[in-house]
């Protein structure tokens, strides 16, 4: 068995970036998390091409500190990523909402990359994100829609922020409230026009 110090440094990151290994394993590429798990059990450490995966996704992290400890996790130089914030209805779509000026440009060293932020205005998937509060998205395809995430839904009569599940059976998109006093709905994938996912958030205490 290797140390499993190599499942320390690789548990830091997964906790650091907020998901569940599977989320993780599924966010960085892997078909299966098994290489994760198998890492966890002590089997193997950090091969090369794993590490490359999640510095791919993760650039702020070291590469060097993954593969051996050495260093500092963020060994790299952070280059500031700057999101413009949008303070508007996003009901009346995305690109409406772009149009207009940024309210600011925010810059949050960790954080995912994302295209732009704005502040949930309803209370549909309270308690997890209440109104008021700061959402980051990612624009995203359906086929990579991660099960149980919460992505923005773009169709062509409405624009909401929901839990999306697949219905293989069926073929159809669960959206799911947080909040009993709204409904959950299917929909066929062919009505969403754009999916954004939900990368990060800021709440309003």
Not at 40 to 68: M, N, Y
Not at 96 to 125: G, S, T
Request: hydrophobic content about 40%; aromatic content about 10%; proline content about 4%.
């Amino acid at each position: 068995m290797t140390n499993n110090t190599s499942w320390q440094r690789l548990d830091s990151v997964i906790r650091w970036a907020n998901m569940t290994i599977n989320h993780f394993g599924r966010h960085i590429g892997l078909v299966r998390s098994e290489p994760l798990y198998q890492i966890r059990a002590g089997q193997h450490g950090i091969s090369q091409a794993l590490a490359r995966r999640i510095v791919d996704k993760f650039p702020e992290l070291s590469i060097g500190w993954l593969l051996t400890g050495e260093g500092d996790m963020f060994g790299r130089t952070w280059q500031g990523r700057s999101i413009p914030f949008f303070e508007g209805d996003i009901s009346l779509g995305v690109q409406n909402l772009m149009q207009k000026e940024p309210r600011c440009k925010m810059e949050i060293p960790l954080i995912e990359e994302c295209d732009f932020a704005f502040r949930v205005a309803d209370e549909a998937m309270a308690p997890e994100v209440m109104f008021g509060t700061i959402v980051f998205l990612k624009k995203t395809d359906i086929s990579a829609i991660i099960p149980g995430g919460i992505y923005l839904i773009v169709c062509a009569n409405y624009v909401i922020l929901r839990r999306v599940r697949v219905d293989g059976e069926q073929a159809m998109l669960r959206l799911e409230a947080t909040n009993s006093a709204y409904d959950d709905f299917n929909i066929p994938p062919e009505q969403v026009f754009e999916i954004y996912r939900v990368v990060g958030n800021l709440k309003q205490y």
